[in-house]
């Protein structure tokens, strides 16, 4: 069908054709974008109702008007010079796309604008001005702000996050080297928060939380960030830092303020703060220099909690050294270096072991045999303790499986110690399932160790794995009582079934009326609830003696065995089947 032209299609509707200037420019003006134009020498010809709108121009203002009014930089910090408007760059020849301006109209709020320009030419190129489109995006700047500003900070306290930190690490140590002046970053990690939040609740472990942010602000200098890095860790960078002694200053602040009680709704709650110190003297980087602040709060840690460490060389040395020995004991667990030794546990009465204790050893192939001393502690802080707490376990249901095969049906159970890290895979239950049913060993044949400090951290999701492996016979002990953080409420709560003295009671008891307190108030205990209690650590014959008087259970220590190798400790539980209990050993050594 042929096109009609616009004067026929008119005829045919009866509405006349309009004029073109008079369509042109009432299409302008109910365009939803802004439009300005100007002619070869700069002067303003037209601006449409949406601009003149935007740039607070009445419609009877002379069009050059919308010359005069402010414009800023897409950051609204910096005013933009006349010679780098869209509309001046447009006249100088220039095609402009999506550049964003800020109006700055007195008495209004600030509007974004993104605008597009492009020079106007004649037939032969002559240029005749310019053309400047635009569209409001003042609301999509401000959500795509909330966005960066939900993305940047922690959702719980409202603090930067680890990206705006290391952002902002990055800045300050730009302008320390631009300055030649010094900063701080310092590490801080809540000591007992896992403790709290385990025992009041994850609610009361927010507020907890959101308390330690109010805190640490208050310590804050002019031009100081506190962060919230993630779960307990915070972080604190402080520009300026004369020297090492005012960024010290800095770090006892935040150690004592966060030594105080914190009252929640669940009652006081006590914390302490490991903090790391790290200065901007060697580090080029945000990433190396908060690593810097992480090894020496782990040092703190180390050293006992509630402390600060500044980072030095030996800090680093220490860290590589941690490193090292972990990338060997990974490779150590794949050839299969590592070895389990059974300490017996015995009737305090009879002597007969009742149950044997798994330890680890690490057969290291240039060190000789390494003692958990040397190695657990820089495992336990890594992910490496999952897999070997896995093997650990596997292997102690092996080893207690040969007993049964050996020994028969009065084989003694096997104790195995349980890592925090192996409680927050969430998997403890499948895996004790799985090794029990590898090696065909009865649920009653094993007896699961956590610490007091565990016991203070367990959800509902673990308590109900707790529950399960008790349904198929498994027993629970708690190990180290009297030295963490549970109550006896958290205790109760448990499908607990053993109770174990702390050697470090155990070896004070004839001299420390407060350690002797200790172990008749967990025998005490143990008697009331019905549970057996254990005492570690029995070296002396006075040792026992007080033990048994006090009516404790059962006990294990170098008394009657130390630690042996598999096959050792199989030939003396076969000769205790003929003398009737453990003899009692002269202890030469500890």
């Known amino acids: ?42 002067a303003v010809t037209a601006v449409n ?62 509007r974004a604008l993104r605008c597009s320009a492009r020079p106007v030419t004649g037939d032969g190129g002559s240029p005749l001005g310019a053309l400047v489109t635009m569209t409001d995006v003042s609301e999509r700047l401000a959500l795509e702000e909330q966005l960066r500003e939900v993305a940047l900070r922690d959702a719980l306290t409202g603090l930067p996050n680890r990206t705006l930190l290391l952002d902002r690490v990055q800045h300050a140590l730009s302008t320390a080297r631009r300055d030649d002046s010094r900063l701080a970053l310092l590490s801080c990690d809540l000591d007992g928060f896992k403790e709290v939040n385990g025992a009041a609740g994850h609610a009361a472990g927010d507020a907890l939380l959101r308390e330690v942010a109010t805190r640490l602000q208050r310590v804050l200098r002019p031009g100081d960030t506190v962060a919230r890095l993630g779960g307990d860790e915070f972080a604190l960078l402080c520009p300026d830092i004369t020297d090492e002694n005012d960024a010290r200053a800095i770090a006892d602040r935040v150690v004592s303020i966060l030594a105080e009680p914190f009252q929640l709704p669940s ?158 895979t969430g998997t403890l239950a499948a895996d004790v399932e799985a090794a029990l049913e590898r090696h065909g060993l009865p649920g009653r044949n094993l007896v699961v160790e956590l610490t007091e400090t565990h016991v203070a951290v367990i959800d509902d999701a673990l308590r109900a794995d707790l529950a399960r492996l008790r349904a198929r016979g498994v027993r629970l002990a708690v190990d180290d009582l009297g030295t963490g953080y549970s109550a006896l409420t958290s ?8 109770l174990k003295v702390d050697r470090s009671f155990v070896r004070d008891i004839a001299d420390d009326p407060s350690a002797a307190a200790v172990v008749r108030a967990v025998i005490g205990i143990g008697g009331a609830l019905g549970l057996s209690v254990v005492a570690e650590g029995v070296e002396t014959a006075g040792q026992q003696d007080f033990l048994r008087r006090h009516g404790c259970d059962s006990a294990q220590g170098f008394l009657w065995s130390p630690a042996r190798p598999d096959a050792e400790l199989v030939e003396l539980l076969r000769s205790q089947g003929v003398s009737g209990g453990l003899a009692e050993q002269e202890v030469v050594a500890s």
């Open 267 to 424: 009652g006081a709650h006590l914390l302490g703060v490991s903090v790391g110190l790290a200065l901007s003297t060697r580090a080029t980087t945000a990433e190396l220099l908060l690593g810097e602040a992480d090894d020496a709060m782990y040092t703190a840690k180390r050293s006992g909690k509630g402390r600060s460490h500044l980072f030095d060389v030996e800090v680093r040395a220490a860290a590589i050294r941690a490193s090292a020995l972990l990338a060997e004991a990974a490779a150590g667990l794949e050839r299969e270096e590592f070895v389990l030794y059974g300490q017996p546990v015995v009737d305090i009465v009879t002597g007969r072991a009742t149950a044997v204790e798994t330890l680890i050893r690490w057969q290291h192939p240039t060190r000789g045999l390494l003692f958990p001393g040397a190695f657990l502690e820089t495992v336990e802080h890594s992910w490496l303790m999952i897999p070997l707490g896995r093997w650990v376990l596997d292997a102690s249901c092996r080893m207690a499986a040969g007993w049964l095969e050996t020994l028969g049906p009065d084989a003694p159970a096997v104790h195995v110690n349980v890592s925090g890290r192996q409680l927050e």
């Open 491 to 498: 205790i109760t709560e448990l499908p607990v079934d053993v």
């Open 1 to 42: 069908m042929p096109q009609q032209r616009p004067e026929a299609r008119a005829a045919t509707t009866g509405t006349p054709a309009p004029a073109a200037p008079a369509f042109l420019h009432a299409l302008l003006e109910t365009l939803p974008v802004g439009v300005i134009t100007a002619g070869a020498d700069g």
């Open 49 to 110: 109702a949406a601009a003149r709108q935007w740039f607070g121009l009445a419609p009877d203002t002379d069009a050059q008007a919308v010359l005069d009014v402010p414009l800023r930089d897409g950051d609204a910090r910096t005013a933009l010079p006349a010679q780098r408007t869209p509309l001046a760059r447009a006249l100088a020849g220039e095609c402009v796309e999506d550049a964003d301006v800020v109006l700055a109209v007195p008495g209004q709020a600030l």
